[in-house]
Nanobody, 119 residues
Framework: QVQLVESGGGLVQAGGSLRLSCAASGRTFSLSRMGWFRQAPGKEREFVAA????????SHASSVKGRFTISREKAKNAVYLQMNSLKPEDTAVYYCASDSGARKGYDYWGQGTQVTVSS
């Protein structure tokens, strides 16, 4: 079992920055990959970024590339999403997810943190 708790969401003006954090607990030794997803009202959940736990190899969705950066701090069992140059279309609930490698796709999800970007 892996528990994920997101924090750092809030209201920010367009062009501003925000840093999301995700704290993992439980069977963190099984972490293979962690990612950030987002879901806007009425929209499907969308991939934002992912990072491998061991090597820290990151990938980002094209929509956020150059603006968002995922990172992880293994000692703290934490993953972060630095969001710069925020746009109103970035408004969504952001979810942290973990992939243990036990099955296809991400198997644990956080409760989400709201990010609202005003124009």
């Amino acid at each position: 079992q892996v528990q994920l708790v997101e924090s750092g969401g809030g209201l920010v003006q367009a062009g501003g920055s925000l840093r999301l954090s995700c704290a993992a607990s439980g069977r963190t030794f099984s972490l293979s990959r962690m990612g950030w997803f987002r879901q806007a009202p009425g929209k499907e959940r969308e991939f934002v970024a992912a990072i491998t736990w061991s090597g820290g190899i990151a990938s980002h969705a094209s929509s956020v590339k150059g603006r968002f950066t995922i990172s992880r701090e293994k000692a703290k069992n934490a993953v972060y999403l630095q969001m710069n140059s925020l746009k109103p279309e970035d408004t969504a609930v952001y979810y942290c997810a973990s992939d243990s490698g036990a099955r296809k796709g991400y198997d644990y999800w956080g409760q989400g943190t709201q990010v609202t970007v005003s124009s």
